[in-house]
């Protein structure tokens, strides 16, 4: 497989339950030999996450930073069935990208039609690129539903490292990718790899997930992170230099 060369999915101390600070993040990045970085924090239901005037400020980060390209987003957390996002429109405008998750504090399980419902009602909304891990068996998931929905959208289903980590919370992760990767495959859906840092050493670790696109024998052309062209398809409209 071809190197990954950004990872646009990390947290930060901001987000209340990860341990690292955005220039440990950048660091680890660097030591990777990663070409671009992503910060990602969680936005404000989230149990001692920010308010938005934090992502307001994103203009303080520089574009790079020791080297490495910098990117600035939010994983927001879905709050209900249709979709609806924990962060105002004006907020999701000035992102990089927004990645959109179901998450336990955030929303309660529903039904596998429900739970569908709410990850392809967040794909309406024109800033949301990436859907978070839709792997967890908490939120069971009409799987060709999803990744229809995703074609349709121009959505990318993130890969995410740290649902195969054996420390996870999520479930049966193992079993799941694999079955959208193979829809997606069907369906000429991107995916996109994430670590889902929560502490410096996480960042850019992608080998669960390079093991198990190897393993699906996913294509590299439907992988985003093999190229620099690739992190377009993710990305909000913007008037700075992208690189």
């Given at each position: 497989?071809?190197?990954?060369?950004?990872?646009?999915?990390?947290?930060t101390?901001v987000?209340?339950?990860?341990?690292s600070?955005?220039?440990?993040?950048?660091?680890?990045?660097r030591?990777?030999?990663l070409w671009?970085?992503?910060?990602?924090?969680?936005?404000?239901s989230?149990?001692?996450?920010?308010d938005?005037?934090?992502?307001?400020?994103?203009?303080?980060?520089?574009d790079?930073?020791?080297g490495v390209r910098?990117?600035?987003?939010?994983?927001?957390n879905?709050s209900?069935y249709?979709g609806?996002?924990?962060m105002?429109?004006a907020?999701l405008?000035?992102m990089?990208?927004?990645?959109?998750s179901?998450?336990v504090p955030?929303?309660?399980?529903?039904t596998?039609?429900?739970n569908?419902?709410a990850?392809?009602?967040?794909?309406q909304?024109?800033?949301?690129?990436?859907i978070g891990h839709?792997?967890?068996?908490?939120?069971?998931?009409?799987?060709?539903?999803?990744?229809?929905a995703?074609a349709?959208?121009?959505?990318a289903l993130?890969?995410?490292?740290?649902?195969?980590s054996?420390?996870?919370?999520?479930r049966?992760?193992?079993?799941?990718?694999?079955?959208?990767?193979a829809?997606?495959?069907d369906?000429?859906v991107?995916?996109i790899v994430?670590?889902?840092?929560h502490?410096?050493?996480?960042v850019g670790d992608?080998?669960?997930?390079?093991?198990?696109?190897t393993?699906?024998n996913?294509?590299?052309?439907?992988?985003?992170?093999?190229?620099?062209?690739?992190?377009?398809?993710?990305l909000?409209?913007?008037?700075r230099?992208l690189?």
């Amino acid at each position: 497989m071809k190197k990954l060369l950004f990872d646009l999915h990390t947290h930060t101390l901001v987000s209340g339950h990860a341990f690292s600070t955005l220039k440990e993040n950048i660091e680890a990045a660097r030591d990777r030999g990663l070409w671009a970085m992503g910060t990602s924090d969680h936005s404000s239901s989230m149990p001692g996450a920010p308010d938005p005037i934090f992502f307001g400020n994103y203009k303080a980060v520089p574009d790079e930073l020791f080297g490495v390209r910098i990117f600035t987003g939010m994983e927001a957390n879905i709050s209900d069935y249709d979709g609806h996002l924990d962060m105002d429109d004006a907020t999701l405008k000035k992102m990089d990208y927004v990645i959109a998750s179901l998450h336990v504090p955030c929303i309660d399980a529903g039904t596998r039609a429900e739970n569908t419902d709410a990850l392809i009602g967040a794909m309406q909304n024109p800033f949301v690129k990436i859907i978070g891990h839709p792997d967890d068996d908490r939120y069971p998931l009409d799987y060709p539903r999803l990744v229809q929905a995703a074609a349709k959208a121009k959505v990318a289903l993130e890969v995410n490292s740290s649902s195969t980590s054996p420390r996870t919370g999520r479930r049966n992760a193992d079993k799941n990718i694999p079955i959208f990767l193979a829809l997606c495959q069907d369906y000429g859906v991107p995916v996109i790899v994430g670590s889902d840092a929560h502490i410096f050493s996480a960042v850019g670790d992608f080998a669960t997930a390079e093991a198990m696109l190897t393993r699906c024998n996913f294509p590299e052309k439907l992988i985003l992170n093999t190229s620099r062209d690739g992190l377009r398809y993710v990305l909000n409209e913007t008037q700075r230099q992208l690189w």
